[in-house]
């Protein structure tokens, strides 16, 4: 065994590259024996470090290799290192770990049975449990340290319930355990890393044993890799770890022995990139001064001096005040830019630049290093647009991929009663019907869209029937169309709604019904790919797993819950890519390098990331138990920075807002800023953000013209409607697009109801009661039939019926008082039609009274306010004249009469009372009104005029010639009227 007094401690400093330098050392140390590599082993911390020192291998033999063993030992998340260290034959071997899922659903029933909460939220609640737990395991807590807590009484009562629960449940769970004959994942990672250190203590391996890049200070990962750095060919290389640092700042970062007088220690700091190392190196026994630096690679000067610079710049607080008695050399940034763009689509378009500029160098690396996967996917999208491959190797949630999307979607549409968006959303994903029948299915999905549009019909599948089968006269044919294609959809989507209405069940059934469903729907496109089979085997882990959770869920749960569990599974693409570009995520660009390396995201919240909360244990139980500290991830964040700063060009970058609000820079990124002073280099990043936003200028800003189309005599219509006149006169280019262009716009899908719903309804209402008895009652019945139809929408229900139930009583009380005064309804909702001006002039009236002289009365029922006079004098809202002159004219069979009343029956509140009679027209021609004698020609005036301009005429169609008047803005992103508005 090696000499205690010199164990075998190295560091590779960031600006060199580890897996390089760790490759080139080991080949120069055993590379003379053919087999003396083959027969080492080299702890490494990932999966994805394994890959990236085999590369560095291949690069450093430059030819044929025995590699040595690689094995992962795990990283600060818990990983169980396999059988790596674990012999078959072992006589007394460690029990099996629980599988993740049976685990996390046993949690959950154990949480459900403490705490009130739905099953959905109980398997949330155990995946914060698991990570607790694991991380009591991981530091070697005992279970009794709970129990022995002295915390006194000053705990908020919400932490003291959440302790209590916790106890509950850890009490338990060694029983399920025992139960099932298996132990934690991150206890048997401990025992198998103790067992195989007390091994090497009395038999070290023949071959050399090399600890690289490993930083989790696991009480268990420390004497393993002691123990390696005692052993005779054993060595441990350490990365980055800060042996140049001041010793007062060393001894500062702690941890710190209790203060005999008070007995608390004085805090750690914890978000300092050293920190975990040095909680290593002590847990090992060793001091920093046995550590020594690792000599097998090229020094690199420049990056040397920027290496000290980044270590001030991320120095704890207390020492930041030294930073105005640093030479100059020791606070340049050279080979370091910075770019700060506006948002993140330009910060996304700015990386993507750069990796692309990369290429145009022979040989040159690059790769970007963000913890944020939604730039990641967006530089990898810009990358596409010059046919450059690019992954991201920390992979994608599967949740948000199509496998994923489509099982949540099935889940919602059914927990939603197949509601219209819900619906459409599942039956237009992109993997339904996938093939060579996806064309016939979506054209069927879209007279299905066309039909589905504006309120909601009633709830479920026969609600869709329902709608379908009930069309009104305007929509039979499309619901004919949409309608004869329902069935092969309904038949599909049935069995899932079958068990959605059964009420609670057991998981398993609800997983079962979701994958036949989805298979049914989507067939093997479903489980193609990489995705696709993530999303096979999680179905199926759920599935087989199910019985040892909560015993009944929710099925409205199965959503929420589908989208918790997929957004901690990861989809990594396949191994391959672009030979020379990559993008990481933080853990996995440790001990990867490249020429130019790219930190992207550097916004507070994102690069350090918020500090994940614990919801079982407050911070001062964590710190009482020696848990770390909610804040550690960021100094790991911070040791990130540092290591990938080591690269021979490296370019930060940010955007100033995000998706909602201005964005904080990151603090690293200030504290660089504020220690580089003028110094900051921004000269190559401002070229780059320049090329960025020149990418997408269009250079001469040419915005549309107003627009005034001229179509010829023919084109333009020869019919007009009384309801369109205002609209030809006021916006006649929104006239010509809907009457000539013939373009309409659709409703929203499951849209509120509008005020132009409310008022069909109301007329509705009214007319069914006009064409029947009369009778006041008979009038409210019928407005509560509205009210309480499944397909009226509950908002408008609760609010809307106190006002229509006033209104329409008003109205009936108001009937009838002019039934006693010899006034009678002589039509109601009648169409009508006269000849004028060379046009035909159309229009339907809610309902013409007959005055007891023999005169008319037309009447217009209104839900909101009556136009204004003002609109009146202007020669618009002349509707009630148009009608009235129709009427004069004998335009409506069995009407005959001059028409001398115009009245808006509104249902809008006027003082305390809902409805009110409003008339454009004065007897005695007050307020600028016309008198009722002369209102239907001044109504056949202006119509004349607008006619002679617009449809027997050559006028253009101006848009918003009135905009005052033209309040509807249907067509205004077809005229662009952004673009023009206002410079006229």
């Known amino acids: 065994m090696a000499d205690r007094g010199k164990p075998r401690l190295y560091t590779i400093p960031a600006h060199r590259a580890f897996a390089d330098a760790l490759a080139a050392g080991l080949i120069r140390r055993f590379g003379d024996d053919p087999l003396g590599l083959a027969r080492g082993v080299v702890l490494l911390p990932n999966n994805r470090a394994k890959r990236a020192v085999t590369d560095a291998f291949v690069r450093a033999s430059g030819g044929g290799l025995l590699l040595p063993r690689l094995v992962a030992i795990g990283d600060p998340e818990v990983a169980d290192i396999g059988a790596a260290f674990d012999p078959a034959d072992d006589a007394d071997s460690v029990p099996p770990a629980v599988p993740p899922m049976q685990r996390r659903m046993i949690l959950a029933r154990l949480v459900a049975a403490v705490k009130p909460v739905e099953a959905a939220e109980a398997v949330r609640l155990a995946g914060d449990l698991a990570r607790t737990l694991d991380q009591l395991l991981v530091e070697e807590v005992p279970p009794s340290a709970l129990v022995e807590l002295e915390l006194g009484d000053d705990l908020s009562e919400h932490w003291d319930k959440a302790l209590d629960l916790f106890k509950i449940v850890q009490t338990r769970w060694p029983a399920e355990l025992a139960r099932l004959g298996c132990i934690d994942a991150a206890d ?10 007390e091994r090497w203590k009395e038999a070290p391996p023949a071959g050399f044993v090399c600890a690289a890049g490993v930083s989790d200070s696991a009480p268990a990962v420390a004497l393993l890799l ?15 770890l800060a042996t140049a640092m001041d010793e007062a700042e060393w001894q500062a970062l702690g941890p710190h022995d209790p203060d005999p007088a008070t007995g608390f220690a004085k805090r750690s700091i914890e978000t300092h990139p050293q920190f975990h190392l040095k909680l290593l190196l002590d847990r090992m026994g060793f001091n920093r001064a046995e550590v020594s630096r690792w000599t097998d690679a090229s020094e690199l000067d420049a990056t040397a001096a920027r290496g000290k610079a980044i270590a001030n710049a991320l120095a704890p607080a207390d020492f930041t005040g030294r930073w105005t008695d640093l030479p100059a050399a020791e606070r340049r940034l050279s080979g370091i830019a910075a770019a700060e763009l506006a948002t993140p689509a330009e910060e996304a378009q700015a990386i993507a630049l750069a990796l692309r500029e990369a290429l145009e160098t022979p040989g040159r690396t690059a790769a970007l290093v963000t913890p944020d996967r939604a730039l990641a996917r967006r530089v990898a999208a810009h990358c596409g647009r010059w046919n450059i491959a690019i992954d991201d190797s920390a992979g994608r949630p599967l949740s948000i991929l199509p496998s994923g999307t489509l099982l949540t979607a099935l889940a919602e549409a059914a927990a939603q009663r197949f509601a219209p968006l819900p619906l459409l959303t599942l039956l237009k994903h992109p993997l339904v019907r996938s093939g060579e029948t996806r064309g016939a299915w979506l054209e069927g999905v879209r007279k299905l869209d066309r039909v589905l549009r504006g309120p909601r019909p009633a709830a479920g599948l026969d609600g869709i029937d329902a709608h379908l089968a009930d069309p009104p006269e305007r929509e039979r044919r499309r619901r004919a ?58 179905l199926s882990e759920v599935e087989a797993r199910a019985g040892d959770g909560p015993a009944l869920f929710d099925p409205a749960e199965l959503a929420v819950l589908l989208k918790t569990l997929m957004d901690e599974i990861a989809v990594r693409p396949p191994q391959g890519g672009h030979p020379r570009l990559a993008i990481y995520g933080l853990i996995e660009a440790r001990l990867q390098t490249s020429d130019l390396m790219i930190l992207g995201g550097l916004n507070e919240g994102t690069w350090p990331g918020n500090p994940a909360p614990d919801p079982w244990l407050a911070p001062r139980i964590r710190a009482a138990l020696g848990l770390p500290g909610l804040e550690r991830g960021i100094g790991m964040a911070a040791h990130d920075l540092a290591s990938a700063l080591g690269a021979p060009q490296a370019l930060l970058t940010r955007a100033r807002r995000d998706a909602t609000q201005p964005a904080i820079a990151s603090r690293f990124w200030l504290r660089l800023e504020a220690l580089a002073g003028e110094g900051w280099a921004r000269g190559r990043a401002t070229s780059l953000e320049h090329w960025t936003r020149a990418l997408d200028d269009p250079g001469v800003h040419d915005p549309a013209e107003r627009p005034e189309p001229m179509p010829p005599a023919i084109l333009r219509p020869k019919r007009i409607a009384v309801t369109d006149v205002d609209r030809l006169k006021a916006d006649p280019y929104a006239f010509y697009a809907k009457r000539i262009l013939r373009l309409a716009a659709l409703d929203p899908v499951d849209a509120d109801p509008s005020a132009a719903w409310r008022g069909t309804a109301v007329h509705d209402i009214l007319e069914q009661w006009a064409r029947g008895d009369q009778v006041p009652e008979t009038l409210h019945a019928a407005a509560l039939a509205m009210l309480d139809d499944e397909r009226t929408h509950p908002m408008m229900r609760a609010l809307w019926q106190p006002r229509l139930m006033q209104a329409i009583d008003w109205i009936a009380g108001k009937i009838a008082a002019q039934e006693d005064i010899g006034r009678k309804i002589v039509a109601v909702e009648k169409d009508g039609a006269i000849d004028i001006a060379g046009v035909r002039l159309t229009g339907k009236f809610d309902r013409i009274d007959r005055f007891a002289d023999g005169t008319l009365a037309v009447i217009d029922y209104k839900t909101g306010a009556p136009p204004s006079n003002a609109a009146v004098q202007a020669g618009f809202s002349l509707q009630l004249g148009l009608l009235g002159l129709i009427a004069e004219q004998g335009g409506y069979d069995g009407i005959t009469g001059l028409a001398r009343g115009f009245e808006y029956w509104s249902l809008a509140k006027k003082l305390d009372q809902f409805g009110y009679v409003a008339s454009p027209v004065d007897a005695a021609g007050k307020n600028g009104k016309p008198t009722p004698e002369d209102f239907p020609a001044h109504a056949a005036y202006h119509f004349t005029e607008a006619v002679k301009a617009w449809l027997t005429g050559t006028e253009p169609f101006t848009a918003k010639l009135h905009p005052e008047f033209a309040p509807y803005a249907e067509y205004d992103q077809l005229m662009r009227r952004d673009e023009w508005y206002g410079r006229e």
Request: charged letters at 25%; a positive charge; glycine letters at 8%.
């Open 188 to 197: 048997r990672r401990a025992r198998l890393l103790r067992r195989l250190a």
């Open 481 to 538: 169309e949409a309608a004869a294609w329902w069935p092969e959809a309904r038949a599909l989507l049935a069995p899932a709604e079958a068990v959605f209405m059964g009420g609670p069940a057991p998981l398993g059934a609800l997983v079962a019904m979701l994958r036949d469903t989805a298979q049914a729907l989507c067939g093997d496109f479903l489980w193609s790919g990489p995705a696709g089979r993530a999303a096979a085997d999680f």
């Open 226 to 240: 002691r123990r390696v750095a005692e052993m005779p060919r054993g060595m441990v290389v350490f990365a980055d």
